[in-house]
């Protein structure tokens, strides 16, 4: 089975900062991989797919990068509505997610 | 719009059994992978199951042989089967919609890749005596 570490665990930063999030795939995932943002009691919401695509609806300071084995999630200019957790996902795999507050 | 509507959680003792089920709207689930994932309180996000359009079922090592995911195309229902639950299988369990779907080969070995584009509110189970 693939197993998928992403880090920090949890960050602080300050509104209007720029906040990344890595993740890393344990084999090569191509560009396979997938974003979620998830606020206490509610259900999580993809926000980039494969990589890199962002979801409709979504406010363009989120992206991502990476293919293989190595990803990466920013934020840019974080926002008061962006606290929440963060997980990367491929298929049947979650990462353990980052927990990210102000 | 598309909207998935879960139901069916609650308290069970361990050993026991427990049906979820999750009423879509906005789409056919015979026609998309339909997962599972589930949250214990306070963790992260786990994979439990994903039925594919052909019928084919996977399930995570955790719930293999004692949860079944199945769908009925009449009622687009999705549902899952919970036997002999344990009580670290307590979470919220949503269904989600699996999105486009990728086969990807790498090292000798394929798999499908997807992402879950619409989720469920979820339902929360709770395995206790």
């Known amino acids: 089975d693939i197993q998928m570490t992403q880090s920090p665990s949890s960050l602080s930063a300050s509104v209007g900062d720029r906040v990344t999030v890595t993740c890393q795939a344990s084999q090569d995932i191509a560009h396979y991989l997938n974003w979620y943002q998830q606020k206490p009691g509610k259900a999580p919401k993809l926000l980039i797919s494969d990589a890199s695509n962002l979801e409709i609806g979504v406010p363009s300071r989120f992206s991502g990068s990476g293919s293989g084995t190595h990803f990466t999630f920013t934020i840019n200019s974080l926002q008061p509505e962006d606290i929440g957790t963060y997980y990367c996902?491929?298929?049947?795999?979650f990462g353990p997610g980052t927990t990210v507050d102000i | 719009e598309v909207q998935l509507v879960e139901s069916g959680g609650g308290l069970v003792h361990p050993g026991g059994s427990l049906r979820l089920s999750c009423a879509a709207s906005g789409i056919t689930v015979s026609g998309y992978y339909m997962t599972w994932v589930r949250q214990a309180p306070g963790k992260g996000l786990e994979w439990v199951s994903v039925?594919?359009?052909?019928?084919?079922?996977d399930y995570a090592d955790s719930v293999k042989g004692r949860f079944t995911i199945s769908r009925d195309n009449s009622k687009n229902t999705l549902y899952l089967q919970m036997s002999n639950v344990r009580a670290d299988d307590t979470a919220v369990y949503y269904c989600a919609k699996a999105g486009a779907v990728h086969l990807y080969c790498s090292g000798g070995t394929c798999q499908d890749y997807y992402a879950m584009d619409v989720w469920g509110q979820g339902t929360a189970v709770t395995v206790s005596s």
């Open positions: 996902q491929q298929s049947s795999t």
């Open positions: 039925l594919h359009i052909g019928g084919h079922t």
